[in-house]
């Protein structure tokens, strides 16, 4: 009886797990069969920009210097006290076109005009007698009652008063000229850069008094590469032959804030510098100093000159060129096309291109690696 009882307690789990296991069978042998599928491959999306041609205005970028344009330096042309100065004779003083910047203590120079007046009237009465005397030979020589050595003396103190009388004039004009000299006025509307005058020093003739620069017009250097060139409406031909003087807008920081003045190209100053192949432009702006901010000599300026305008120029980020002169467009069917073009200009971030695109073109923006014609992607719009 012992035995059986064992026997039993042995089997019961044997049974338990078979009848599990028949369970697990019946269950998955009746439930819903699932058929294993590929994912969805999805095409690549891309970022396109639709071309729009248009007349484009390229434009050039440099960075100058402002200088006057006109300088010069105030000479002593005569020996001489300074008895008079002006107030504008200061590092930095503003003056007027023909104002008198200082004055020469002029008595010596009108005791030397007397003089040479006195000489002028001396000579004149000399020439004077000498004609009549001269003269009075001729006619004696006429009658043959004077001898030939009269006559030809005569005729030598004739022409000895005459080469007197003209430098008595001479000396009557120069004696003129030093006085005038005595008062040295602005050749032009300007400012004084230096000065080394003051009042009541003795100057030597050829002595420097002040270093002078115009102000009617600033004028800047603009170095730019020959290439720009073919974008810019200038030449190395003489400024007066362009059909027109390009814009330039200056720019800088002064006081603290940013500042423009507009100008004009004037002129190229006609030679290629062989190291750099630069090209000098010249800009000029009318009154430098009338505006509420002065265009100082000396600043420092950024400039944006106006050039050419081209048609039929579409604008691309230079990240869409595969290649220096191939483009990928997305045609109708969504699929990868490589397309030849023409690039006009490449200027910072971005690409001119003035053939191989047509208006509606979808132009690929988005580097792919695995990037092929024919391939399929999907567009999504950017604006330009």
């Not at 020996?79 to 590092?91: D, F, H, K, N, Q």
């Not at 023909?98 to 002028?120: F, N, R, S, T």
């Not at 509307?189 to 080394?196: F, H, I, N, W």
């Not at 603009?222 to 200056?250: C, H, M, N, Y």
Request: hydrophobic content about 40%; some cysteine; overall charge neutral.
């Amino acid at each position: 009886m012992f035995k059986l009882q064992l026997v039993k307690d042995k089997l019961i789990p044997v049974f338990i797990s078979v009848f599990g296991f028949l369970i697990c069978f019946a269950l998955l042998s009746t439930g819903p069969k699932i058929k294993p599928q590929a994912p969805d491959a999805k095409p690549p999306l891309v970022r396109v920009l639709q071309a729009s041609p248009s007349d484009h205005e390229f434009k050039a970028y440099a960075r100058g210097t402002v200088m006057p344009r006109s300088e010069t330096e105030l000479i002593a042309e005569v020996s001489g006290r300074v008895i008079e100065l002006s107030p504008a004779m200061v590092t930095g003083g503003f003056f007027n076109e023909g104002e008198v910047l200082l004055k020469i203590d002029p008595l010596d120079y009108e005791i030397a005009l007397e003089q040479a007046k006195a000489q002028v009237q001396r000579s004149n009465s000399e020439l004077a007698t000498a004609r009549k005397n001269y003269q009075r030979q001729l006619d004696l020589s006429k009658k043959q009652s004077t001898s030939q050595t009269l006559e030809d003396d005569a005729r030598n103190r004739l022409q000895i008063a005459e080469a007197a009388e003209r430098e008595a004039n001479a000396r009557l004009a120069a004696a003129e000229r030093d006085l005038d000299r005595t008062v040295l006025k602005a050749p032009f509307e300007g400012r004084v850069r230096t000065e080394q005058v003051d009042q009541g020093q003795f100057l030597n003739r050829g002595s420097s008094v002040a270093r002078l620069y115009a102000i009617d017009y600033a004028e800047v250097r603009l170095p730019i590469k020959d290439e720009e060139l073919a974008f810019l409406e200038v030449s190395l031909r003489d400024g007066r032959l362009w059909q027109r003087q390009p814009e330039v807008t200056l720019t800088a920081q002064f006081a603290g804030e940013s500042h423009q003045w507009r100008g004009d190209i004037v002129r190229t100053e006609g030679e290629l510098d062989p190291k750099t192949r630069m090209i000098q432009l010249v800009a000029r702006v009318a009154d430098p100093y009338g505006g509420d901010t002065p265009l100082a000599v000396g600043l420092f300026v950024d400039a944006e000159i106006s050039g050419a305008v081209q048609p039929n120029v579409v604008r691309l980020p230079r990240a869409a060129l595969i290649s220096p002169n191939e483009v990928y467009v997305v045609d109708q069917a969504d699929r990868l096309e490589k397309r030849s073009v023409n690039v006009l200009r490449a200027q910072g971030d971005w690409v001119y291109i003035n053939d191989g695109l047509s208006t509606g073109d979808w132009v690929c923006l988005s580097r792919l690696a695995s990037a092929m014609p024919g391939m399929l992607v999907r567009r999504q719009s950017v604006a330009g």
